[in-house]
Nanobody, 123 residues
Framework: VQLQASGGGSVQAGGSLRLSCAAS????????MGWFRQAPGKERDFVASVAWNGGGTLYADSVEGRFKISRGYAASTMYLEMSALTPEDTAIYYCAATRGACSSTSRSNYNYWGQGTLVTVSS
């Protein structure tokens, strides 16, 4: 399974972006998927996740209420709608798929990773 993240870019604080993640196979439609992010010099942190059926959404406290994760109609795609962005949201955003069907906040549950897309928020 290959995952391709896209949609990153530069935006001013308060702005919005929509990230997309496309899988190379529809088999991932049976797996949970999620977004993680890594800021310079920091660990890769959980952002949001969604179960195989589009339910079971989980969010990091730092993005709750500002970000929305969803899956596409084919379920092999995933989106992250980001709004009210702040400079603290600046990071490389990675999409990933879990081993199972559930949503998960734990990196260890994800065995497929995309290459990342850079989001830069300026003040």
């Amino acid at each position: 399974v290959q995952l391709q993240a896209s949609g990153g870019g530069s935006v001013q604080a308060g702005g919005s972006l929509r990230l997309s993640c496309a899988a190379s196979t529809r088999a991932v439609s049976n797996n949970g998927m999620g977004w993680f992010r890594q800021a310079p010099g920091k660990e890769r942190d959980f952002v949001a996740s969604v179960a195989w059926n589009g339910g079971g959404t989980l969010y990091a406290d730092s993005v709750e209420g500002r970000f929305k994760i969803s899956r596409g109609y084919a379920a092999s795609t995933m989106y992250l709608e980001m709004s009210a962005l702040t400079p603290e949201d600046t990071a490389i955003y990675y999409c990933a798929a879990t081993r199972g069907a559930c949503s998960s906040t734990s990196r260890s549950n994800y065995n497929y990773w995309g290459q990342g897309t850079l989001v830069t928020v300026s003040s």
